[in-house]
């Protein structure tokens, strides 16, 4: 089942903007929204960004002063505000959720940044 549905992935050029947005959907397991990481081949999955249940924002080195991410409780929704892209941000973007003590994986979203 699909339980995280990530949207706003894309092609743009070094320094343009996307936004990402992250909703649980088929949500039977009360899946909140918590994080972004990103991935590129024969790298390990990395945090972007995550967002605490207090709603404060914490960011990668590579990614502070120019992501931002925030939250929509009403619709469960977490977005990334990406600005000022660069080619070292091409990657697959990776939604993570949290259910009680378990993570749960978006199925991910290509941004590709040309030069």
């Known amino acids: 089942q699909v339980q995280l549905v990530e949207s706003g992935g894309g092609l743009v050029q070094a320094g343009g903007s996307l936004r990402l947005s992250c909703v649980a959907s088929?949500?039977?397991?009360?899946?909140?929204?918590r994080a972004w990481y990103r991935r590129v081949p024969g790298n390990q999955r990395a945090l972007v960004a995550l967002?605490?249940?207090?709603?404060?924002?914490h960011y990668a080195d590579s990614a502070r002063g120019r992501f931002t991410i925030s939250r929509d409780n009403a619709s469960n929704t977490i977005y990334l505000q990406m600005n000022s892209l660069k080619s070292d941000d091409t990657a697959v973007y990776y939604c993570?959720?949290?259910?009680?003590?378990?993570?749960?994986w978006g199925q991910g979203t290509q941004v590709t940044v040309s030069s």
């Open positions: 993570q959720g949290w259910a009680g003590s378990t993570y749960y």
């Open positions: 088929g949500n039977s397991y009360g899946i909140i929204p």
């Open positions: 967002i605490t249940s207090a709603g404060q924002a």
